[in-house]
């Protein structure tokens, strides 16, 4: 499938998402947000691909936030359906992705920006990246589910500083606090990214699938159920018993 606004490329196990909208700084569009969708659905059917990377062209940005001008003359309406389409076709669908989706932040994440990073199940960043949520200072909140993935990825009270001040947060400040995984020069993010998807290929991808399912519901009632019944379940499968017979055979699973 053709694209216009993002690059994708496959490398054995390992497929890379990249927003090429340079002269914007890679700002979320509706087209771009359509494509992101689309690639995600072409990868998911994919079966030799086991782990997704997501990140900007160029040094400058990952993604510096919405394009604004496509939502500029929106009435409430209008921003309310803005809003649950894209967490519906793309944001929560990374969340709820069956492979993982690591973010590999490289310069600007803002606004929309960060929260597709956030949606990510992990987030690499360079020594260049930026890291916030402006809206408030366009007299907005953020849609993309900002306010509910950040406190917990931070906790409320840091969650609330960033999202009233609006402020940007360094790339070292973001680790200290929970917000990115790790912090490499820019010139190494996404060999580092690619290291450690390149761990994550190797795993099984049936109890990977399974484990992001339970992970999303760790601050739910529903939890602690589903991880007893996706252990159980995966006792039946040919990953467990791939992965238990390498282990008494001293050899790396085959999976």
């Given at each position: 499938?053709?694209?216009?606004?993002?690059?994708?490329?496959?490398?054995?196990?390992?497929?890379?998402?990249?927003?090429?909208?340079?002269?914007?700084?890679?700002?979320?569009?509706?087209?771009?947000?359509?494509?992101?969708?689309?690639?995600?659905?072409?990868?998911?059917?994919?079966?030799?691909?086991?782990?997704?990377?997501?990140?900007?062209?160029?040094?400058?940005?990952?993604?510096?936030?919405?394009?604004?001008?496509?939502?500029?003359?929106?009435?409430?309406?209008?921003?309310?359906?803005?809003?649950?389409?894209?967490?519906?076709?793309l944001f929560n669908k990374i969340e709820n992705m069956t492979k993982p989706v690591i973010a590999a932040v490289n310069g600007f994440a803002l606004g929309g920006g960060l929260e597709l990073?956030?949606?990510?199940?992990?987030?690499?960043?360079?020594?260049?990246?930026?890291?916030?949520?402006?809206?408030?200072?366009?007299?907005?909140?953020?849609?993309?589910?900002?306010?509910?993935?950040?406190?917990?990825?931070?906790?409320?009270?840091?969650?609330?500083?960033?999202?009233?001040?609006?402020?940007?947060?360094?790339?070292?400040?973001?680790?200290?606090?929970?917000?990115?995984?790790?912090?490499?020069?820019?010139?190494?993010?996404?060999?580092?990214?690619?290291?450690?998807?390149?761990?994550?290929?190797?795993?099984?991808?049936?109890?990977?699938?399974?484990?992001?399912?339970?992970?999303?519901?760790?601050?739910?009632?529903?939890?602690?159920?589903?991880e007893i019944k996706y252990f159980g379940e995966l006792f039946e499968l040919d990953d467990k018993k791939e992965g238990v017979s390498a282990f008494l055979e001293k050899r790396k699973p085959?999976?």
């Amino acid at each position: 499938m053709g694209y216009e606004n993002i690059l994708l490329n496959k490398e054995d196990k390992i497929s890379i998402i990249t927003i090429n909208r340079p002269e914007s700084l890679n700002a979320l569009n509706a087209k771009t947000i359509s494509e992101i969708s689309s690639a995600l659905d072409e990868l998911n059917s994919d079966a030799t691909c086991r782990v997704i990377i997501l990140t900007g062209s160029g040094e400058k940005s990952f993604v510096a936030g919405a394009d604004i001008k496509e939502f500029s003359d929106f009435g409430q309406e209008k921003a309310e359906e803005l809003a649950r389409n894209g967490q519906n076709s793309l944001f929560n669908k990374i969340e709820n992705m069956t492979k993982p989706v690591i973010a590999a932040v490289n310069g600007f994440a803002l606004g929309g920006g960060l929260e597709l990073a956030m949606a990510c199940h992990i987030r690499y960043a360079s020594e260049n990246a930026r890291l916030g949520l402006p809206e408030v200072t366009l007299g907005l909140i953020p849609g993309y589910g900002g306010t509910q993935r950040l406190p917990k990825l931070v906790g409320k009270g840091i969650a609330n500083e960033i999202i009233f001040s609006a402020k940007m947060v360094p790339a070292q400040r973001a680790k200290e606090i929970g917000l990115v995984n790790e912090v490499f020069p820019i010139e190494e993010l996404l060999t580092k990214t690619k290291e450690l998807a390149n761990v994550i290929a190797h795993n099984s991808p049936m109890a990977i699938s399974k484990a992001i399912h339970a992970v999303n519901l760790s601050d739910t009632d529903k939890g602690f159920e589903t991880e007893i019944k996706y252990f159980g379940e995966l006792f039946e499968l040919d990953d467990k018993k791939e992965g238990v017979s390498a282990f008494l055979e001293k050899r790396k699973p085959n999976f």
